[in-house]
């Protein structure tokens, strides 16, 4: 299990950076979890970033977005990925 730092997420934009910091330093738990579920998607940022990265642990994402209008954009965004 993992256990998330002492430093909680702060309310002014920085989840996704504290989600990156905890996947980073629990990496081994993540070894035989290569597929990244990125629920709420948006534009698709949080997961490109994480396929992006040399070192990511995923290997593939998938991606659930249940607004019509950025699903749109998302599927646009991803079309040659």
Do not use: C
């Amino acid at each position: 299990m993992i256990s998330p730092s002492s430093n909680p997420p702060a309310l002014d934009g920085s989840l996704e950076e504290w989600l990156v910091r905890q996947i980073g330093s629990n990496r081994d738990a993540f070894k035989n979890r290569t597929v990244l579920l990125d629920v709420g998607a948006y534009h698709g940022d949080f997961a490109r970033g994480f396929l992006g990265l040399a070192n990511s642990p995923f290997a593939e994402a998938i991606l659930f977005e249940p607004n019509p209008e950025n699903l749109k954009f998302l599927r646009q965004q991803l079309n040659g990925d």
